[in-house]
């Protein structure tokens, strides 16, 4: 049954101590079912019939071991809903809605999982539609602790909205160390994009602190809860920017219990050959350029060839001979089905053969055995024809021979790059052989690009992108590989594009993924960034020609501080020993060139920092790169010379976008030189 009413409490001290009971008894009922889980982990290979079922069981317990393990210090729920009389389906019943699904030892549900579908209404309800719902309840907690609870009684109209000191008090909870969930503070808005239909590709454009990440990851464990078994056999994929932010991020899924979910940068999708060398910029931007896709489909295919003379193959007392016509037959048809390369060269093989056997069995009425074809696979004549009319190629191989063959170049590249930029691709010392190249990061994503040409590979039933502003044409096509078949949510916000191809339009980039028509929703309503720092960000919009809608927020608290320092560094540590004064994480943000010097001065203070790939550190202070600070978040935010970060980089502005926009409490920004105009203005 469900968890029996608390209105017959006769005090609110009663009804807490009846909901605190709940959770105690929750608790509890989720160790024994980590108990029974681990029982039958340790036994499984005694129940199991055969040594397959129990390796599956195996795996299946250890996974199911580790979503059922439970953080003393994190809510086991954070809601509850209290139906009215009349609604049709939960009349009278009341439910608690958690990060997980808790049963008791009859298996009746003691939390319910805020992904099933009766929970919806905790995000969804509303005075205007209650939706059956005469009650919600938040709760209030402190390390773990149940100390508080906040009624709305949606049947009486009232309803608190952001007004909530519960939601508040969460939304602005000071953070520490990596991203935390969110599913007690999920917004309608946000609910909807969360719960779209795995069938569905969307593109989220967020301003600053509209939780765009949060909500793609939400929407991966959704989806995993309602397609688990499917999911489980594609796979779910999330692509972040750099290590760092991967790091951040990496608690919040194996807090919602899901624990199977691949992360990788695109560097990682990509890495086929080791990394070794840097581009000049502009011979990266060419080789990110969506052009270059269609130069390495010529390269490939002007390895296809012609047959120029029949083949003769001897077979014992026997010769077997095969055609001009039904050569040029076999290779015209094979080149008009469109297969991967590799694919398409192992059908002319498969049909060169074919032709051999049906031969062979018209002479000895009767089929040769497997190991016949397997020989006649691999006979001279058979594998000359192919190496003359559909070579082997290799990812590496092609994109070499097209650095080091001025002709192979020109031919794939006619009507597609000038000149002067196939020179600027060939460009740059590269080994004798594949093996010997120092290939860059562009290399390997146009390595990739060959290898899809060569071979499909297996795709992940969805994929999440993050910071996708920033993904160039190139890149784009090689995660489109990772999802022909799957949908994908891209999360990402136009000023906030650093690199030099960043998207200007989300539509194109979305068709370079390969998903065209997926629908662009924005979120501009921020509750995380506090609204004096959003507006002072927001004056660099003009400057970023992009038309994205202007943040907004919704938090009036926090606080911003601009200030000339004569003594930047000294300035530096006292604003971090203020900012200590405060719970909460502080980031110092420089641009990547001062970032030593101000750990160093920092550390002579006596204040301990981490840096940003050690987001487990215990130190309070982060010292970031303005280069690394994507995507990231901090309580007081110190940003030391925006002048400086701005010079840094061509498009300066958009990178000191991200970096003011990353305090989720205070900002505090010191310069010596003068402030950029948009920001002086």
């Given at each position: ?27 509890a009922a989720l160790s024994r079912m980590r ?357 082997a190629l290799t990812p590496d191989g092609l ?143 003009p400057a970023l020609a992009v038309d994205v ?133």
């Open positions: 049954m469900p968890a029996p009413r608390l209105e017959d409490a006769t005090t609110l001290d009663g009804e807490l101590l009846a909901e605190r009971t709940h959770l105690d008894t929750s608790r108990e029974r889980a681990e029982s039958l982990f340790a036994t499984g290979d005694k129940v199991a019939g055969d040594a397959y079922t129990a390796e599956q069981l195996g795996r299946h317990m250890a996974r199911r071991v580790k979503e059922l393990a439970d953080d003393p210090t994190t809510p086991l729920f954070f809601g509850r809903l209290d139906f009215g009389e009349t609604d049709p389906d939960h009349a009278g019943r009341d439910y608690h809605v958690g990060r997980r699904h808790v049963t008791d030892e009859l298996g009746e549900p003691l939390v319910l999982d805020w992904r099933a579908p009766v929970s919806r209404s905790f995000y969804r309800a509303s005075a205007r539609d209650p939706q059956g719902v005469a009650v919600r309840r938040r709760f209030g907690f402190s390390s773990g602790v149940l100390t508080s609870f906040e009624d709305e009684h949606l049947d009486r109209g009232e309803e608190l909205g952001t007004a909530s000191r519960i939601l508040t008090a969460e939304i602005e909870r000071p953070r520490v160390g990596p991203m935390r969930d969110i599913v007690a503070t999920i917004q309608p808005e946000q609910d909807e994009l969360v719960r779209a239909d795995l069938a569905d590709s969307i593109c989220v454009q967020g301003a600053p602190g509209t939780g765009k990440t949060a909500v793609g990851l939400h929407r991966a464990a959704y989806l995993l809860y309602l397609h688990r078994e499917r999911l489980r056999r594609s796979g779910v994929l999330i692509v972040g920017p750099n290590r760092a932010f991967l790091s951040y991020i990496a608690a919040v899924l194996p807090a919602l219990g899901e624990v199977e979910v691949e992360q990788a940068t695109v560097e990682d999708l990509v890495a086929r050959v080791p990394v070794r060398a840097v581009d000049e910029p502009a011979a990266a931007a060419l080789k990110h350029d969506i052009r270059m896709a269609e130069v390495l489909r010529r390269a490939v295919d002007a390895h296809i060839g012609t047959p120029s003379e029949p083949i003769m193959v001897s077979d014992g007392s026997f010769r077997w001979r095969i055609g001009l016509d039904p050569l040029h037959r076999v290779v015209a048809e094979t080149r008009a089905e469109g297969l991967p390369y590799a694919t398409g060269r192992d059908r002319v093989r498969a049909r060169v053969v074919g032709l051999l056997q049906r031969q062979a069995e018209a002479r000895r009425a009767e089929s040769p055995s497997d190991a016949w074809l397997r020989r006649m696979s691999r006979i001279k004549p058979v594998t000359e024809l192919l190496d003359t009319v559909w070579p994109v070499h021979l097209l650095r080091t063959d001025a002709d192979a170049l020109a031919t794939a590249a006619d009507g597609l790059l000038t000149v002067e930029e196939q020179e600027l691709f060939r460009a740059g010392k590269v080994g004798r052989t594949p093996k010997a190249t120092r290939w860059t990061a562009a290399d390997a994503v146009l390595i990739d690009e060959v290898a899809g040409l060569l071979e499909r590979a297996g795709g992940f039933g969805h994929v999440v992108v993050d910071e996708a502003q920033d993904l160039s044409p190139m890149q784009c096509r090689a995660i489109a590989r990772r999802s022909e078949h799957g949908s994908i949510t891209l999360l990402g916000d136009l000023a906030q594009g650093t690199s030099p191809w960043a998207a200007t339009d989300w539509h194109e980039s979305l068709t370079h993924l390969g998903k065209p028509d997926a629908a662009v929703v924005p979120l501009s309503v921020g509750f995380r960034v506090p609204a004096a720092v959003v507006a002072f960000a927001n004056r660099l919009l809608p202007a943040a907004r927020s919704l938090r009036h608290d926090g606080s911003l501080d601009v200030r000339t320092a004569e003594d930047l560094t000294a300035a530096t540590v006292a604003e971090v020993r203020a900012a200590l004064a405060y719970d909460g994480s502080v980031g110092v943000i420089a641009a990547d060139d001062a970032v030593d010097r101000l750990r160093a001065a920092l550390a002579d203070a006596g204040v301990a920092t981490a840096t940003v790939d050690d987001v487990e550190a215990a130190a309070r202070v982060t010292v970031v790169p303005a280069t690394l600070v994507k995507g990231l978040e901090y309580d007081h935010v110190v940003v030391v010379e925006p002048a400086a970060i701005v010079a840094a980089e061509p498009r300066g502005l958009h990178r000191l976008y991200v970096v003011l926009t990353r305090a989720v409490s205070r900002l505090a920004v010191l310069h010596r030189d003068p402030l950029p105009a948009p920001l002086a203005a």
